[in-house]
Every structure is written in structure tokens, then in C-alpha cells.
């Protein structure tokens, strides 16, 4: 089958950096998104990396290793306003898109 | 640019009746998938439509079918409602290109009791 693994939850301090992990089976992988959700609301794109490497996008970044079929997304500068859910997202060879279960980010003053 | 609408947000049913949901995508976006989102269980894919027609599929059971129709708004449908279907159910438009980019609706929160 198609699956992810990511913690289920992550506490960190305003200021601190935080990064959430992201595993995934390999079999006709193409991309890994991530996706940002606040309580009860619309998920939104945070990032997209179909290569290896880093991806930066301001305060947010988001990292691929493709022969150890993980990735992560690592936020800084963390502020209250982070705290939410954070989904990774596989795409798969005929473009279904797998979701993992969430991590549920807790920034604490 | 209007986002993508979902209706209704939120609603009640009982067990064996059936609902439909609706999704208005973003104006030029012809994809269209469908989330069911529980606690702890993430969001689980139910399927994908592209030009009315259906290009992926979930591991669900029949209960739950959709369409889209020529103007990319899209419908599904779950009959004979059980106590497990109660959840938030997200719909998602893309216009495609190489990030696969989701933009989704506030989704469809149902309740069956």
C-alpha cells in the first residue's frame, strides 16, 4: 500500500527552531507537499519538492531525500501563530495524492 | 478570485439516510479531489476528478460515489449513512503543473447520528 509516517504531535517555544518528519513508501513516488492546517479550517500549500534538496521559503523550509524515502519540514523563528496541524503529502505514478495522519505543532510563549 | 465553496458546512443526518455535498472549484481549475478528514486518522483520500471524469479512486466502499459536471463543480453522494461517516469532508480544486498545488474549500462537516 501507500503510506506516511509522521509524529502525531510536537511542542516547541517561540524563537525555537522545529522540524517534523516525514517517512514514505517508495513505489511509484513523484513529490512530497506539505500542507498547513489551522483548527477547523481549510488546509493550505506550504511547499513542494519533487527533488532532492532543500526548499526554502521563508521562514519555512522543506527538505527531500529520495534514496532514504523521507523528508522533513523545518520551521523557525517559530511564533504563536504557527501552532497548527502540518501534513505531508505524497503523490503517487497516476497523481493520487496520499496525506499522512498530521503532526499537531504546540508553540508555547 | 473566489476560492474554492463548499456546501453545505455544516449538517446532521441519521443513520441509513443519504447526502449529497457540493464543491465550486476556483474559476479555471478542472481538477477536483475529495478529503474525508477524522480525528487521528489525517485526511484520507476519496477520489479525483478531471473533465467530469473520475482519475483516481480511494479505498472506499460504494456508499460513496461522485461526479463532476462540465462547468468542474463537483458532487458526492454517501448513502445509507453510518454512525462512521461522521467527519469533516474536504474538497480540493488544482490547475495542475508540476507541485500539484490543493487548493481547498472549508469543507462539509457531517454528523450522523
Known amino acids: 500500500g501507500q503510506s506516511l509516517e509522521q509524529p502525531s504531535e510536537v511542542t516547541a517555544v517561540e524563537g525555537a527552531i522545529v522540524q517534523i518528519n516525514c517517512t514514505y513508501q517508495?513505489?511509484?513516488?513523484?513529490?512530497l507537499s506539505w500542507y498547513q492546517q489551522h483548527d477547523g479550517g481549510a488546509p493550505t500549500f506550504l511547499s513542494y519538492?519533487?527533488?532532492?534538496g532543500l526548499e526554502e521559503t521563508g521562514r519555512f523550509s522543506s527538505f527531500l531525500s529520495r534514496s532514504d524515502s523521507y523528508g522533513y519540514l523545518l520551521l523557525q523563528e517559530l511564533q504563536m501563530k504557527d501552532s497548527a496541524s502540518y501534513f505531508c503529502?505524497?503523490?503517487?505514478?497516476?497523481?493520487?495524492?496520499?496525506f499522512g495522519q498530521g503532526t499537531e505543532l504546540s508553540v508555547k510563549p | 478570485k473566489a476560492g474554492v465553496t463548499q456546501t453545505p458546512r455544516y449538517l446532521i443526518k441519521t443513520r441509513g439516510q443519504q447526502v449529497t455535498l457540493s464543491c465550486s472549484p476556483i474559476?479555471?481549475?478542472?481538477?477536483v479531489s475529495w478529503y474525508q478528514q477524522t480525528p487521528g486518522q489525517g485526511l484520507q483520500f476519496l477520489f479525483e476528478?478531471?473533465?467530469?471524469?473520475?482519475?483516481n479512486k480511494g479505498n472506499f466502499p460504494g456508499r460513496f460515489s461522485g461526479r463532476q459536471f462540465s462547468n468542474s463543480r463537483s458532487e458526492m453522494n454517501v448513502s445509507t449513512l453510518e454512525l462512521g461517516d461522521s467527519a469533516l469532508y474536504l474538497c480540493?480544486?488544482?490547475?495542475?503543473?508540476?507541485?500539484?498545488?490543493?487548493?481547498f474549500g472549508e469543507g462539509s462537516r457531517l454528523t450522523v447520528l
Open positions: 480540493a480544486s488544482s490547475a495542475g503543473g508540476g507541485t500539484g498545488e490543493l487548493f
Open positions: 517508495t513505489s511509484g513516488f513523484y513529490g
Open positions: 519538492n519533487a527533488l532532492d
Open positions: 503529502a505524497v503523490r503517487y505514478q497516476g497523481g493520487k495524492l496520499i
Open positions: 474559476s479555471g481549475h478542472r481538477s
Open positions: 476528478y478531471f473533465s467530469e471524469t473520475q482519475r
